[in-house]
């Protein structure tokens, strides 16, 4: 019997609990988008408004890649659409209660499909690197930066 060529990789039990932790981040700040501003988020968050950080470490490091993967595994699913800035949050609050630096940044562009209209979006980076949101994200004009 053959194995597949690119077997899922077994996860340990700290990932399915990383899972898990940012599937209901990811529950409640969809929940929390649409019932609370943003400043209101970010101050239960903890987000400090800021220029853009400069972080020591180039490299991702195990624990924020491992964020990066609950948050996207969590996304995909959920029955909702969790948003962009539903998983950047999220990633932020896994983030901090790691102890772990990173910024939420928030971005607008045109939006070609409507007339006259923008697009909004955010990402989550630590480390020099993007762990959420990065498709698409330099066609974006940043507009706010958090730091954790």
């Known amino acids: 019997m053959s194995s597949p060529a690119n077997p899922r990789p077994r996860r340990s039990l700290a990932d399915v609990w990383l899972f898990i932790q940012a599937f209901f981040w990811l529950a409640g700040m969809q929940a929390a988008i649409a ?24 490299e991702q490091s195990t624990v924020t890649q491992k964020v990066a993967w609950a948050v996207a595994a969590g996304a995909r699913r959920t029955p909702w659409v969790s ?11 896994l983030l901090k209660a790691r102890k772990i630096p990173g910024q939420v940044t928030l971005g607008v562009a045109k939006d070609p499909a ?9 990402w989550l980076t630590s480390g020099g ?3 959420t949101g990065a498709a698409g994200h330099e066609r974006y004009q940043v507009i706010a930066v958090f730091k954790l």
Do not use: D, M, V
Request: net charge positive.
């Open 35 to 58: 019932f609370f501003r943003f400043q209101t988020l970010a101050r239960w968050l903890g987000l400090e408004p800021g220029q853009t950080a400069n972080f020591p470490a180039p």
């Open 114 to 122: 409507s007339k006259g209209g923008y697009a909004a979006h955010a």
């Open 129 to 131: 690197n993007i762990l």
């Open 83 to 93: 948003t962009c800035l539903a998983q950047a949050l999220a990633g932020a609050a």
